[in-house]
């Protein structure tokens, strides 16, 4: 094997492709049963190659008989910890069965074509040079001209240049756009890309847009594998990450990470933390099944989506720049010996930053090595861990509680020695005029995030131990201990997502208080960015079904849990000027939420965890 990431495909044409998916060979079913998506049932496979069937069908009626490749990416599903792969934190997370599938012929020239069978989606034919030169090529205004021109900076203050704000194809763009800023003179080849029949959720926190970048990147690297560089597998996550920044959101890659390696029927520790990113995986505990259920509130990335989830990096990252500004005075404080009386550090807090700390800092005050651990090995917010930082999580609250509770733009500009403009520019800007930057509560969530990331990464290796060695089996009341004890956390980590972090919704707060009240619940929380979406439940295997039955009859049947959503989109369409973004999101949004409630067993179902983001090798299997 090659030490490159490297990815095989040999096109054929879609007839070709037809004729083997409808062959009777039982090696493609156990192919994807086992390989694929831990799943064996007949049904559930035959509709599995139904959707391939349509995909290719589809790209045939539209591009005609030329090589083509198919290939499918899984939404990501984040049922236990969030955020933490944007300030250098270890994150765990899986992949769905619900995936994307794609068929794609490569081009001899730079045209990128984008046909999806899902009608909400318009199909777009573009050029790749004209759109790299317009996002290349536009203005940088204001404060921002003064900023270096490179990807981090053009593509979070002009972000799509050129293009609508929200517009699907900025995902399929964007690894292009990537590419080319790092060899502007290398033409890259286009794609005619197919994507077919969806089952990963769409604007549900399963990141179904992260797999689009992910299945765009492989029509491109499989286009133009001889144009780009010879990454190693780290390299190309750390490539897609950014690459989706070209959209207008600024996150990490865990998504794309988990989305591209995940193996079948396991979970990934991605190590954020490590100077290269690499990923652990683990063994999902027997006897528990996650119930994947949509609150039918949708993420809408057009209007508020964007706002909320960059206002959240806003927060990471003004509170570790704070925080850093902190532990610097700190090691000044005692290097120059004004460490000598009681409350030293409180009051060297109050007096060079204007704020009190939560709580007495009693360790941090009295053991001074604690300091040379934290200036050694801190960077960001993920790193407030014990075997990261090196000192005890009871010294971590201290240091967690030094950081004010929540500061606003006046007072973040005079903290950080910059003008208000430049704050809610590079922060972004409050929604609300008394709205602030609120950096305790989130160094305080990231802290419990890792506590209970490491617990649970003891429980999944330690119960698959246990068992291997014969010394419980899975119907043992210790092992089921583990199950209790998982889901507890899970449970706590969705209160460190609502009242810490305030990403959570009064429909996602409905939905979970609901299914707490389930049959066989475990334990549930949302899964991604917030705000809207998907909550994971995770339920004892053998009530996973009655569950999901529970949760049409005292959910998605009472039409009064979804009047708030829609007084919402009803009060959107009545102010929101013709034509508007808004108004035609709200349109768009009412007429999901009407068409999901009329389908109501499609919005909850059982998921395996399925593979990572693959192409169906037809013709070698």
């Known amino acids: 094997m090659p030490s490159y990431f490297d990815i095989q495909a040999t096109p054929s044409t879609p007839s070709e492709l037809i004729n083997l998916l409808q062959s009777d060979d039982g090696r493609l079913d156990c192919f994807l049963a086992h390989e694929v998506y831990a799943n064996d049932d007949p049904v559930y496979l035959k509709s599995v190659k139904q959707r391939y069937l349509d995909t290719l069908l589809a790209h045939r009626q539209r591009f005609g008989e030329r090589p083509t490749v198919l290939a499918r990416a899984p939404g990501r599903l984040n049922a236990f910890l969030e955020y933490l792969d944007m300030c250098a934190g270890d994150h765990m997370s899986t992949t769905i069965d619900g995936d994307i599938p794609v068929a794609f012929s490569p081009r001899d020239d730079d045209r990128l074509t984008a046909f999806n069978v899902n009608k909400l989606f318009p199909e777009t034919e573009l050029s790749i040079e004209e759109q790299f030169a317009a996002f290349r090529n536009a203005p940088m205004a204001g404060n921002a001209a003064q900023a270096e021109d490179n990807w981090d900076n053009r593509s979070l203050y002009c972000p799509h240049a050129g293009r609508t704000a929200g517009h699907w194809v900025n995902y399929v763009l964007s690894p ?15 794609a005619d890309i197919t994507f077919g029949p969806a089952t990963a959720p769409f604007r549900a926190g399963t990141s179904s847009s992260s797999a689009v970048v992910v299945l765009s990147f ?26 989706e920044w070209y959209v207008g959101t600024h996150g990490g890659a865990n998504d794309q990470t988990t989305i591209l390696r995940n193996p079948v029927n396991s979970v990934v520790y991605n190590r954020h933390s490590q100077p290269e990113l690499d990923s652990t995986p683990l063994p999902f505990l027997k006897g528990v099944h996650v119930v994947l259920a949509n609150s039918l509130w949708e993420v809408n990335k057009t209007t508020v989506g964007n706002q909320s989830f960059n206002m959240r990096k806003g927060w990471m990252q003004m509170g570790d720049e704070v925080l850093q500004m902190i532990i610097d005075a700190a090691c000044e404080a005692i290097q120059q010996g004004r460490n000598g009386q009681r409350g030293w550090l409180t009051d060297l807090v109050r007096s060079r930053f204007g704020f009190d700390p939560g709580i007495e800092p009693v360790e941090l005050e009295t053991n001074l090595d604690h300091w040379d651990c934290i200036r050694q090995n801190y960077k960001k917010f993920g790193s407030l861990c014990d075997d990261i930082l090196g000192i005890p999580d009871s010294a971590i609250s201290e240091l967690v509680h030094l950081l004010p509770v929540k500061i606003v733009p006046a007072e973040a500009a005079r903290l950080l020695g910059k003008d208000i403009e430049t ?22 969530f990231f802290h419990k995030e890792n506590q209970i990331g490491r617990a649970l990464e003891r429980i999944f290796l330690e119960a698959e131990e246990k068992v291997a060695k014969g010394e419980i089996t899975v119907a043992d009341p210790f092992y089921d201990a583990y199950r209790i004890k998982v889901g ?27 299914a707490r009240r389930g049959p066989g619940y475990l334990g549930g929380k949302l899964t991604g960015a917030g705000k809207g979406g998907c909550v994971s439940i995770l339920v004892r295997a053998e009530d996973s079904g009655l569950m999901c039955e529970y949760l049409d009859r005292e959910y998605y049947s009472k039409p009064e849990h979804f009047e708030f959503y829609r007084m919402v989109l009803e009060d959107d369409l009545k102010n929101g000027a013709p034509g508007s973004v808004e108004r035609e999101s709200a349109e768009e949004r009412l007429a999901i939420l009407e068409s999901a409630l009329k389908r109501i067993p499609e919005q909850r179902r059982v998921i395996t965890f399925s593979r990572g983001a693959c192409v169906i090798p037809l013709g070698n299997l």
């Open 218 to 243: 492989l029509a491109m690297y499989l286009t133009n594998k001889q144009r780009l560089p010879k990454w190693q597998i780290k390299d190309v996550c750390k490539f897609l990450g950014e690459a």
């Open 176 to 190: 292009y756009m990537r590419a080319k800023w790092n060899r502007p003179d290398q033409p890259l080849l286009g």
């Open 488 to 514: 507890q956390m899970v449970d706590e980590l969705q209160d460190a997502l609502c009242f810490d972090f305030r990403v959570s919704i009064q429909q996602i707060d409905l939905l979970l208080t609901i």
């Open 423 to 444: 704050i809610e520019r590079v922060y972004t800007k409050p929604k609300r005029a008394i709205g602030g930057y609120h950096l305790r509560t989130t160094a305080r």
